[in-house]
C-alpha cells in the first residue's frame, strides 16, 4: 500500500503516554482547557452521583472521628495529670475515654474502608463507559483517521491516559475531602484549645505554599522533558527491538548502542534535575512544620505555667494536630496538580471521540440482493491532500466476470483504486457503481460483503487455524473449512500439524512461516465465497509451485466473479481480461497483454524491466 503512505503526513511515532508524572513537586502536563475538560469528566460522573454523595459523605465521618481522636486522647492525659497532683485518679473515666478513643479510630478506619470501595467502584464504572464510548468511536472513525494517527499514540490515549483518569478517581475523590475535612477541623480543634499556638501552626501554612509553588513551578519544565525523552527512548527501543534481525544483519549494534546511550544520558540529565527538585520539597516542607513545631512546643510550655495553665493532655493534644496539619496541606497540593494531570489525559481522550467520524450511511439505502458485479469508475476524483492531485477523472467499466489487473510503479494509485472501490475513502467527485447502484447509496458492511480481500500483508490474530480461516463466516460447517483450505493448498499442512485446525496460532502469529500465513488468509476469501474478488500480490509470500495451484485454484473460484488483481510481478497477469497500467494516478494504458505488449509503451518497457538478460 505504498502509494497511499507515500501521500500521508508522517506523524511522530513512539510511545506518547498522557498526562505525565502525578504527585507534589512533579507537575505533569497542563490541561488546555480545563473548564471544558472539567464539565465533560463530570458528565461522566453524573450517573454515579448518588454513590459519590454517600462516599463523600462517609469520607467527611472518617475524617471527624479520626480527628477527634487526639482531643480526646488529651482528656486521658489531663485526667493522670489531675491524678498525679490529687493523689486520686478516676480509673472509670480512663478506661471509659480509652474506649471511645478506641471506638473514633475503628469508626473512622470502617468509614474509610468503605468510602475507598465505593471510590473504587465509581472510578471502575465511569473508565468502563469512557473505554466502551472510545471503542465505538473507533468503529466509526474513517481509515484516514489510523494512516494520520500512530498506533502508538492511539493506543497511549486508549490505555495510560483512562487508567491515569482512573488512579485519579479512585484515590482523588476521597483524599479530596478527607485532606479538607481534616485541614478545617484540626484548625477548630486547635482553636479550642489555644487561640495563640494556633496563630503559630497557622502562621507556617504561607511558607508551606511558597515553597510548594516555586519548586513545582521550577520542577514543571524539568518534567516535562523527562517524560520527551523517555517517549524517545521508548520509541526508539520499539523500533530496535523489531528489526533486530536487520539490525544484526548490517552489523549496526554498535551504533544502536551508542544511539541509545546518547537518548539514555539526555534521559539521566533530564530526569536528575526533576527528580532533585522532587526530592527536596518533602524537606523543606518538614523544615517548615518542624519550626512550628518548635514554635508550639516553646509557647505551650510558657502556657503551662500560666496563672490558668494549660493542661500537658491539650499541650499534647495540640502537639498531635500540629503535626498532622502539614499533611493534609500537601495532599491538597498533590491533587491539585494531579487533576490538572488528569484533566489533561481527559483531553486526549476527548480529542479521540471528537474526531471527525467516516460520513454516515444513507437513511434508506439500496438493497444488494441479487446485485451483479460489474463496476465502473465515472469522472472520480480524489486526493489523500487537499494540496496534492492524485486521481483526477478516472473511467473504468468492468463487466460480472472480468478479471481486471492493475499495475504501476510504486505510488502509482493501484491500492487507491482498491480502497475508493470498498469506500475506505470518500470520493472528491464522480461516483462508482457496483452492479449500476451507486455505493454512496449502499450501507458500508451491505457494500464490503460483496468482496472477499487478500493482502500482500498478511493479518492473522491469535486464535485457532479454524477460527481465523472462518473469521468472515463464523457458521461455516467443518467441511466448507476443510473445503477452503483444500482450495487454497494449505490442507496438506494443517494435517501435519498435532491439532490441526484446532492449533493455536500465537501473539504475533510467529509459530507459522510468512507463505503459510498467506495460505490461510487466501483460504479465509475462498470461504467467504464474495462477488468480487481484490488480490493485492496475494501470492507474494508462497514459493513458485504452491502459486501455480493457487492460481489455479483462483481461477476456479473467479469463475463469474469479478476481479481486481494488484501485481508486480507482470507475468502473473498475463491472462487477465483487461490490464489497467497506472502512473501518478491515472490510467495510462489500458488491454490485455498482447495489446499492451505490441504497443510498444509503458507496460512493454516495465515488463521487459522484469526480464533483462533472461
Not at 302 to 313: N, S
Not at 420 to 446: H, P, Q, S
Not at 570 to 597: C, F, P, R, Y
Request: glycine content about 8%.
Amino acid at each position: 500500500m505504498e502509494d497511499r503512505k507515500d501521500r500521508i503526513e508522517k506523524k511522530p511515532q513512539g510511545p506518547m503516554g498522557g498526562g505525565g508524572p502525578m504527585g507534589l513537586g512533579r507537575p505533569g502536563e497542563k490541561a488546555k482547557d480545563f473548564k471544558s475538560g472539567f464539565r465533560r469528566l463530570l458528565k461522566y460522573l453524573r450517573p454515579e452521583l448518588p454513590i459519590i454523595a454517600i462516599m463523600l459523605g462517609l469520607a467527611v465521618c472518617s475524617s471527624a472521628f479520626n480527628i477527634l481522636g487526639p482531643k480526646t486522647l488529651g482528656n486521658i492525659t489531663n485526667e493522670l495529670q489531675r491524678g498525679i497532683r490529687s493523689g486520686s485518679m478516676d480509673m472509670n473515666y480512663i478506661i471509659r475515654t480509652a474506649v471511645e478513643v478506641g471506638a473514633l479510630y475503628f469508626v473512622s478506619a470502617a468509614f474509610s474502608m468503605i468510602a475507598s470501595f465505593l471510590s473504587a467502584s465509581v472510578a471502575q464504572k465511569v473508565v468502563y463507559r469512557m473505554r466502551r464510548d472510545i471503542k465505538e468511536k473507533m468503529t466509526r472513525l474513517p481509515v484516514k483517521y489510523y494512516d494520520e494517527n500512530s498506533i502508538g499514540n492511539l493506543l497511549s490515549r486508549i490505555t495510560n491516559d483512562v487508567d491515569t483518569i482512573y488512579n485519579t478517581l479512585q484515590q482523588s475523590l476521597t483524599q479530596s475531602i478527607s485532606s479538607v475535612t481534616t485541614i478545617l477541623g484540626i484548625v477548630i480543634m486547635m482553636l479550642t484549645i489555644s487561640g495563640y499556638m494556633t496563630l503559630i501552626t497557622l502562621g507556617t501554612l504561607p511558607l508551606f505554599m511558597v515553597i510548594t509553588m516555586f519548586i513545582a513551578r521550577k520542577s514543571q519544565k524539568r518534567f516535562a522533558a523527562q517524560q520527551k525523552k523517555l517517549g524517545e527512548l521508548n520509541g526508539y527501543i520499539e523500533e530496535v527491538f523489531a528489526g533486530q534481525k536487520i539490525v544484526k544483519l548490517y552489523g549496526t549494534e554498535q551504533e544502536c548502542e551508542k544511539s541509545f546511550d546518547k537518548i539514555n544520558e539526555q534521559l539521566y540529565e533530564a530526569g536528575r534535575g526533576a527528580q532533585f527538585l522532587a526530592g527536596i520539597i518533602m524537606p523543606a516542607l518538614q523544615f517548615v512544620n518542624s519550626l512550628g513545631y518548635v514554635g508550639v512546643c516553646v509557647v505551650g510550655s510558657i502556657l503551662a505555667g500560666a496563672p490558668r495553665p494549660l493542661g500537658i493532655g491539650d499541650i499534647q493534644a495540640f502537639l498531635q494536630y500540629s503535626n498532622q496539619f502539614s499533611q493534609p496541606i500537601m495532599q491538597t497540593a498533590n491533587i491539585a496538580n494531579t487533576i490538572q494531570s488528569t484533566i489533561a489525559a481527559a483531553e486526549r481522550v476527548f480529542e479521540v471521540l471528537d474526531s471527525e467520524e467516516q460520513v454516515e450511511d444513507v437513511k434508506n439505502p439500496a438493497s444488494i440482493d441479487g446485485i451483479a458485479s460489474s463496476v465502473a469508475f465515472e469522472n472520480v476524483c480524489f486526493s489523500y491532500l487537499d494540496n496534492v492531485k492524485l486521481i483526477e477523472n478516472m473511467n473504468i467499466k468492468v463487466a460480472p466476470g472480468d478479471r481486471i489487473a492493475i499495475v504501476g510503479p510504486t505510488g502509482a494509485g493501484k491500492t487507491t483504486m482498491v480502497n475508493l472501490l470498498m469506500r475506505f475513502y470518500e470520493l472528491k467527485g464522480g461516483r462508482i457503481t457496483v452492479g449500476g447502484l451507486d455505493i454512496a447509496d449502499m450501507k458500508r458492511e451491505d457494500l464490503r460483503s460483496l468482496f472477499g480481500m487478500v493482502l500482500q500483508d498478511t493479518w492473522l490474530f491469535s486464535g485457532t487455524i479454524r477460527e481465523n480461516i472462518a473469521y468472515g463466516r463464523p457458521d461455516a460447517t467443518d467441511e466448507e473449512i476443510w473445503q477452503a483450505a483444500r482450495d487454497a493448498h494449505v490442507d496438506h499442512f494443517i494435517s501435519t500439524l498435532p491439532d490441526g485446525m484446532n492449533t493455536m496460532l500465537n501473539e504475533g502469529v510467529t509459530n507459522i512461516s510468512q507463505g503459510q500465513k498467506q495460505l490461510l488468509t487466501i483460504a479465509r476469501a475462498i470461504l467467504s465465497d464474495p462477488k468480487i474478488l481484490i488480490l493485492d500480490e496475494a501470492t507474494s509470500s508462497v514459493d513458485t509451485r504452491t502459486e501455480a495451484y493457487i492460481q489455479n485454484a483462483m481461477t476456479a473460484m473467479m469463475k463469474d466473479k469479478t476481479s481486481f488483481i494488484i501485481a508486480h510481478r507482470l507475468s502473473t497477469i498475463k491472462n487477465a481480461d483487461l490490464i489497467l497500467v497506472m502512473n501518478n494516478g491515472t490510467i495510462i494504458e489500458q488491454g490485455s497483454h498482447s495489446e499492451l505488449i505490441a504497443k510498444g509503451g509503458f507496460y512493454y518497457e516495465l515488463y521487459n524491466s522484469q526480464f533483462a538478460g533472461v
